[in-house]
C-alpha cells in the first residue's frame, strides 16, 4: 500500500467512506494526505488473514465541518475513491486474483510459506572394543590369508555405479563367531534404540572391504521384498595398525516421511569407522559409505567390515 498510483502534484480526491451499517459519507482530502493512507490501509488489511484485531479511531470533519464522524476502523466496510486509487501489490505479496485493472478491486493475500516436512532424528549405537584383541589379530590373519576370494560386490537392483567394494561370503570361523556375539547384544541394542523387542528369525553377515575410491552411494538394508524382515543393520570395522586409508565415513540420513515413505532428509549423522567397533541402526535408514582412500592400494590398507542385519521372525 506504499505505493499508490497517484501523479503529483497533490490533488483533491473525493473519498466516500462506506461504514457497517450502510452509513456513508463524502470528504475530500488531498491526494498525499496521510489520512487518505490511513483509509486505504485501514480497508487493504482487512484483507489479509493475518490482519491484527486492534482497531484505530478516525475523527473526521463532514458536511462542509459543521460535524465531526467517529468511528472505528473495524467499521469502515471499504471506500470509494473519486478520481480512482488503485494499490501496487508489495513485493511479498501474490495477488490471488487477476492483476489489477482500472475497474476492479483487488485483492492480495501474502501466502504462507508450506510447512517443512517434520525431520525424524536418526539414531545409532556404536560399541567399542567389541572383540577382544585376540580375535581381531586373528580375525586381521585369516583376510590376509583369503585375499584372492574376495569377489566384487553388487547392489539388489543391479544399478552400476552405485558400490564399488569386495566381498567375502564364505568365513565361517568368524561369522558364527559374530552372529553369536550380535545375538547377544540385540535385546540391549533393541531396548537403547527404542525398537520394540521382536523373535529373531536371522542374522546375515558378510566380510567387506572399500580400497581406494571404493564406495556405497545412499540406500536402506530393507527395501526389497526379499530384505523387508531385516529389522536392524550392525557393521563391525577393522583395519590393520597403523590404520593406512582416510575416508569411508558412514553417514546415517535422518528421515521425513513424503507421501507415505520413509526418505532421507537433508540432516544426517557421521559415523567414523574406528577400528574394532560395531554400529547398530534400524535397517530402513538411508545411509551411505563415503568415498574411501588408500594411498598404497594395498588390499590390506583397505577399510574391512563384518556387517549383516538381524532379522524379524514373521
Ligand atoms: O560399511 C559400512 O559402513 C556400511 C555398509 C552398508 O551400508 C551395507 O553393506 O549395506
Ligand atoms: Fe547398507
Given amino acids: 500500500m506504499d505505493n499508490l498510483s497517484q501523479s503529483s502534484p497533490a490533488k483533491d480526491i473525493k473519498v466516500t467512506l462506506l461504514l457497517m451499517g450502510g452509513h456513508h459519507y463524502t470528504i475530500s482530502v488531498k491526494s498525499d494526505s496521510p489520512l487518505l493512507v490511513n483509509l486505504l490501509r485501514t480497508v487493504a488489511a482487512q484483507t489479509q488473514s493475518q490482519s491484527t484485531g486492534s482497531s484505530k479511531l478516525f475523527q473526521l470533519p463532514v458536511n462542509d465541518d459543521r460535524q465531526a464522524l467517529w468511528f472505528s476502523s473495524h467499521h469502515l466496510v471499504g471506500v470509494v475513491t473519486e478520481p480512482p486509487i488503485f494499490a501496487q501489490p508489495q513485493p511479498q505479496s501474490v495477488p490471488t486474483l487477476e492483476q489489477p485493472t482500472t475497474s476492479q478491486f483487488v485483492q492480495y493475500a501474502t501466502p504462507k510459506p508450506p510447512a517443512p516436512d517434520p525431520i525424524i532424528s536418526s539414531d545409532f549405537i556404536q560399541l567399542e572394543q567389541f572383540l577382544t584383541p585376540a580375535e581381531t589379530n586373528r580375525l586381521i590373519k585369516y583376510v590376509l590369508k583369503n585375499?584372492?576370494?574376495?569377489?566384487?560386490t553388487s547392489t539388489s537392483t543391479g544399478e552400476a555405479d552405485y558400490r564399488k567394494s569386495m566381498v567375502l561370503h564364505s568365513f565361517p570361523e568368524f561369522s558364527q563367531l559374530m552372529i553369536k556375539r550380535i545375538k547377544e547384544v540385540t535385546p540391549e541394542i533393541l531396548?537403547?534404540?527404542?525398537?520394540?523387542?521382536?523373535n529373531i528369525s536371522d542374522v546375515e553377515c558378510q566380510l567387506t572391504l572399500h580400497n581406494d575410491g571404493n564406495y556405497y552411494k545412499v540406500h536402506n538394508d530393507s527395501g526389497s521384498a526379499d530384505t523387508l524382515t531385516r529389522e536392524l543393520t550392525y557393521v563391525y570395522y577393522f583395519n590393520r595398525q597403523p590404520k593406512a586409508f582416510s575416508g569411508g565415513e558412514l553417514v546415517i540420513y535422518?528421515?521425513?516421511?513424503?507421501?507415505n515413505y520413509y526418505v532421507a532428509a537433508e540432516t544426517y549423522k557421521v559415523v567414523e569407522p574406528h577400528h574394532n567397533s560395531v554400529v547398530f541402526f534400524p535397517s530402513r535408514y538411508m545411509h551411505e559409505v563415503l568415498p574411501v582412500s588408500v594411498p598404497s592400494r594395498a588390499f590390506m590398507d583397505s577399510r574391512f567390515t563384518i556387517n549383516g542385519w538381524v532379522r524379524r521372525a514373521t
Fill in 147 to 152: 585375499e584372492r576370494n574376495f569377489v566384487p
Fill in 191 to 198: 531396548t537403547r534404540l527404542e525398537i520394540p523387542q521382536f
Fill in 254 to 259: 535422518d528421515s521425513k516421511v513424503v507421501n
